[in-house]
């Protein structure tokens, strides 16, 4: 223990020495690191962090370097997902959390770093390749709803209680609502393996069972497309109500906002009114997934704006949700999917799309970074949340 703390303490000075060098405009500019314009305002400021990008020091450690600069939360991008944890009945890769937060009785990378952790996510409500581990999808026809809900009870109990007190918030469910609204089963559920096996009350039993594990956790039902006001979000305030009235502990709504230019969020429009009703109900919400992509000219590495003009337009709707994130007094975080164009899962997934984030493939601010900065700057106060 004392070994890999020493070794962490090495590698954050050689990384600050690092950072100077690769990124002088950041490093020597007169801004203060966004994270630490956040905390002034109270608001936890975080990204998705890809661990293999981590562990491997890529761009000479720039990668790290500047994730530890300008965020003080991480999300890991693929390796808490349920395929990359677990590998079978009663069988878990624990490596990647581990070296992120420590095993039981250590601490990790994100201390060394003073950046809190969210977990993402216990219940990924699909049946893809990386949503759902392989092997549980080739015993489908086997399992009963009884094994079913024994295995989301040992998963999510081993999991969540292994990092207990160290991963601050958990996404318990993800992406439950059926894409066609036509859908229409009890809150609009997609079909997936645990909506198969244990209908609408898998929602229940996930939140129960990461509550039980630890009772501090913030816990989310994570959602895209359900930002404003429509049958998804509707949906997601009929569940978290549902979850309440039942007495099932639950912080509220993470909203994955992931946007395109053009996209336009302004005081007492529908995405207002939707973090508004969210309050009203007495649930907070946190920004989990933002990126704001655009047509690109180079096409997979997605890193050259098709118009320069667009990147105008980005920065406008990163401020504009910032604006809405200080605001709302329920916004409990504000956190972008990936930090530089460098590394981004937009051009890979979206054809002709890209260049989503707030730091180019170079590491260098775009203007939506400055435009955050800039508010995060303004002086305005803001309420310290409930
Ligand atoms: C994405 C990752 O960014 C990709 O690297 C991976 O190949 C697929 O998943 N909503 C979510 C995230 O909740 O887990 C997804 O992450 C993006 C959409």
Known sequence: MTRSRTTLHRAAIGVLVGLSLAVPAMAQGTTPPLRTLAARRHLPFGTAGALELLRANADAGTYADVMAKEFDMIEPENQLKPPAIWTGPDQYDWSNADW?????????????????????????????????????????????????????????????????????????????????????????LRDSFWFRKLGPEFLKLAFQYAHEADPDAELYLNEYGAEGLGYK???????????????????GAGMQYHQSVGDSIKP????????????????????????????????????????????????????????LALDSPNC?????????DAHNWIPGFSKGRGAATILDGKYQPKPAYRAIAQLLKAPAPRASGE
């Open 332 to 340: 409990h975080g504000y956190q972008v999917w990936g930090f530089t």
């Open 100 to 188: 992120l937060v420590g095993a039981p009785g250590q601490t990790g990378w994100a201390q060394a770093h003073h950046m809190q952790v969210r977990g993402h996510v216990l219940v990924y409500a699909r049946d893809d390749g990386y949503t759902l581990p392989e092997w549980l999808r080739r015993q489908e026809a086997q399992i009963t709803p009884d094994q079913a809900r024994k295995y989301l009870s040992d998963y999510i109990h081993t999991l969540v209680g292994r990092y207990k007190g160290k991963i601050f918030a958990w996404d318990v469910v993800n992406e439950a609502i059926d894409d066609n609204p036509a859908n229409q089963n009890r809150f609009h």
């Open 268 to 323: 007492g429009d529908a995405h207002y009114q939707n973090a508004q009703r969210l309050q009203a109900a007495g649930f907070a919400f946190m920004v989990t997934e933002l990126d704001v992509a655009m047509p690109v000219s180079d096409g997979r590495a997605g890193l050259i704006p098709a118009n320069a003009a667009d990147l105008d337009r980005q920065a406008d709707v990163y401020r504009d949700l910032l604006q």
């Open 233 to 251: 979000s509707d949906a997601v305030l009929d569940i978290l109500k549902w979850l309440k009235e039942q007495g099932v502990f639950v912080t």
